[in-house]
């Protein structure tokens, strides 16, 4: 089976003047970033808006879904009882494609059939074919969706109703990009496929070409369905730019393409690490030069964090709050969040950053696995353990005994 490349992508952005006075480092991050930075017109031959809409904040998340191999749970956020649960019926990969519907209660999610390290098949049937299924968290009921050997697609997204395939192929020169050559500028075809998830047929929807685009990626889906989210690589032959990164989206009710921002990369030494949207969309975190950035996709500003910068990191390991006003970050020195408004790094009392990995956030909560130790067979050990720290009262929840047996489960916040 072939290993399905999610996410890649590349970019440059670059921070300057450090030695700086409160008050300057202050004007500076109101600044659009330094010189290399730059907003410039899209790559793409396509439909295009310079200036995005911003979104309202999402109503304060009241449940939240814990998917951890082959179990579920719903549980309240008001008093952290569990709410419902239910059983996943093969192994599947939390990594991978997973949403759930809070209205309805149907998760819909991914199942590897066959190890990505052995190819050892791993449904109860025996079989190693890879699936989409549908369970309802409150009926216990699960419907197969589709299935294949096979995995035809390189990238796919799930919204609350719907399952989108993504396919993209060098249609012009497969050679090796060589960007010394004005001739060897790549043409992409991408083709946008969806499942039908109540008779479970695939269809192919939307066939895009795009001139001189190197790849798409990061590709996540608004809350609400409407519109599929990706950046992309590519340069004009004209362009002094090394390369140039979109902020894109395919609008799902007209399938029309538009770039939001295009950023123009211009040191061959910055690199691109990955994104993190903002829960709407309206932000995105990034890694360049082991230095992170938030990108306001309205404006086109790109600011750097305060004295942070990779060094500083446990690892490259941050979450959105989901009302967007904080970003959260694992420190050698300890957990803090990034203030968007105030453009400041704070503290969070009580937490050691070095056993410590961020799962999500509310703007209460902040959802972890903690490595704690526990006594085994006389001696001590340190077990991963799923746990919720209330960032109002400064202190850990109490949760059910059986959600302390997780220990990395996936996560899905819902009203």
Known sequence: ??????????????????????????????????????????????????????????????????????????????????????????IFNSNFGFEFNGTTGDMLYFTLGASEYDGT???????????????????????????????????????????????????????????????????????????????????????????????????????????????SSGKKPQSDALEELSVNYIDLSDLSFHSLVTLSVQNPQDFFDEAFYSPQQNYIAYFVR???????????????????????MSNANLVWSSDEKRIYINTRSGLKYYDVETQTINPINNISSQQTFLKNATDKFLFLSVQRPESFEGKQIYRWRFEVYDIVKEKFVKLPRILETLDFPGIRLAN
């Open 290 to 312: 082991n230095k992170p950035f938030v990108l306001n996709i309205q404006s086109a500003k790109s600011t750097p964090m305060p004295d942070i910068t990779m060094a500083d």
């Open 1 to 90: 089976m072939k290993k399905i490349v999610i996410y890649f992508l590349f970019l440059s952005l670059f921070a300057a003047g450090c030695n700086k006075t409160k008050e300057a480092k202050k004007q500076e991050n109101t600044n659009s970033g330094p010189n290399i930075i730059k907003v410039v017109d899209s790559p793409f031959e396509t439909t295009t808006t310079n200036q995005a809409s911003i979104k309202k904040p999402l109503a304060p998340p009241g449940k939240m879904l814990l998917y951890d191999y082959n179990k579920a749970y719903l549980i309240d956020l008001t008093n952290f009882d569990i709410l419902a649960s239910t059983t996943i019926p093969e």
């Open 121 to 231: 098949c791993m449904n109860k049937d025996g079989s190693c074919t890879n699936r989409f299924y549908s369970t309802n968290i409150y009926t216990n009921k699960t419907t197969l969706l589709w299935g294949t050997e096979e995995w035809p697609t390189q990238s796919y997204v799930v919204d609350k109703n719907n399952i989108y395939f993504i396919t993209q192929k060098n249609i012009k020169n497969d050679s090796i990009l060589d960007l010394t050559k004005p001739d060897n500028y790549t043409k992409i075809a991408l083709d946008l496929s969806k499942i039908d998830v109540t008779s479970g047929k695939m269809s192919q929807i939307s066939h895009k070409e795009f001139e001189n685009v190197f790849s798409f990626g990061n590709f996540t889906i608004t809350n609400d369905g409407s519109k599929l989210y990706m950046t």
